[in-house]
DNA sequence: ATTTAATTACCTACCAGTCAGTAAGTAGCC
DNA sequence: GGCTACTTACTGACTGGTAGGTAATTAAAT
């Protein structure tokens, strides 16, 4: 026997289940508009969860409650599938990060401590934060979409954390370190926290408070730049 | 046509390519005792590049310079593989870390400092760095071995650090922080630094210097949680 | 009645796993 | 030292099941 894959103990559909045969609702309803968007959930959350490869287009499917034909009336094959995935998911992480900074007046600790913690919260509460995972799983197989990927969410977000740092440093709020690097610690607890949560959260025996650990981290990095 | 995976642009085999059958020198040798290491060695490599679902059993085989049916008689199956290649792996990323708290004399903040640059050393040194790329990513389709990482890897280390903060808070050198969540913080940068080399390392257009990222880590964290 | 979104049945490339065969090594014999 | 008989590590063509992709068909909506 061909033992392709790991057996997936496949969790609960996102979409409701069809109607039986025999009822009088329709088997199935036309809804050309809705569709992309219900079958780039799913299949986020499916490669999310397995991973490029071992996803079937079949499960996400089933998942958009939805028959395989249909994912090919609206994605050519399974790679545009996943194109489409990263730069659908791509837009609510890059748009959050940016208007905060944009909004924010005060010191540079503040700023800096309000974007991490913010950030953190969009991330826990999307199911795009799956994508960091997945990125970091595929980013070999897929140039193309992690190339996009890359400049369009880690170097954007990098950029702008840059900025506050360069700026808490020439106003004597942060000691003078390597912004280039200092950034990469800045954002390396969260990037890994959301890492966690789509591959090991569930194993460890108690859900720790990943909130307050981001909390202790904005403060004990601020303090450990700080002049 | 099936576009199953990504192709790959496969990099230099690990092992001597084997000579032509014209060549003077036999087609292959006999070499039982070397194969399974040279196997997994393979194995790993390429599991890292492309996931285990992607990674086809010939590919591992043409990089350990012996032939696919070889492969079936040291490992039953590809699952058995993939289980032995991330226990093999294991075992040179738990030994540095401990022994290098058994050797270490002195102050608390020392050794931690010690412990992260020497950790990340070793990191940056062996391939077995890219055992936690391999099982972040594969974490949801194999329960088993990611226990066994988790349990002997992931929170023997962070056991190991948690002594080493407790006793600093203990003796007063470190602020009143919640170890379990400190402890996370000092581990994340480097961690996420070994998930990156074997990710997007190469796509970044310039090499960071990223021993010189660690140290401002260590120094970094100890102020932040300093007294 | 017509249009077309959606389904279902089907095709086929691909690859994990098998096994009959081959040749590298080895020991026994002269 | 050289020849032969034997063992077994290793090879690679083959198979079967799986899943990506397609075409014929059905039924929702207007």
Chains 1, 2 share one sequence.
């Not at 791509?90 to 944009?102: D, H, N, W």
């Not at 997945?134 to 890359?150: C, I, Q, S």
Request: charged share 30%; glycine share 6%; no cysteine.
């Amino acid at each position: 026997m061909a033992v392709r894959r790991a057996p997936k103990p496949s969790l609960a559909t996102l979409a409701p289940p069809r109607p039986a045969r025999g009822s009088r609702t329709p088997r199935w309803r036309r809804r050309k508009a809705a569709r992309p968007a219900e079958i780039l959930d799913a299949a986020l959350a499916t490669f999310v969860e397995g991973g490029y490869a071992a996803t079937r287009i079949e499960e996400i499917a089933r998942r958009a409650g939805v028959s395989k034909g249909t994912m090919y009336l609206y994605f050519r094959n399974k790679e545009a599938l996943f194109r489409a995935v990263v730069a659908h998911s791509m837009v609510p992480m890059v748009e959050r990060g940016e208007e905060i900074a944009r909004a924010h007046r005060g010191s540079s600790r503040d700023l800096l401590s309000s974007i991490l913690l913010t950030w953190w919260d969009s991330l826990e509460a999307s199911p795009a934060s799956g994508l960091t995972k997945l990125m970091v799983a595929e980013a070999r197989n897929f140039p193309g979409p992690t190339r996009l990927f890359v400049k369009e969410v880690f170097l954007r977000r990098r950029r702008l954390l840059t900025r506050v740092i360069r700026r808490g440093i020439r106003n004597g709020e942060f000691r003078r370190v390597r912004p280039e690097l200092a950034v990469r610690l800045a954002i390396a607890p969260i990037l890994l926290a959301s890492i966690w949560k789509h591959s090991f959260q569930q194993r460890e025996s108690q859900p720790l408070d990943l909130r307050a650990l981001v909390r202790l981290h904005a403060e004990t990095f601020l303090r450990g730049i700080a002049k």
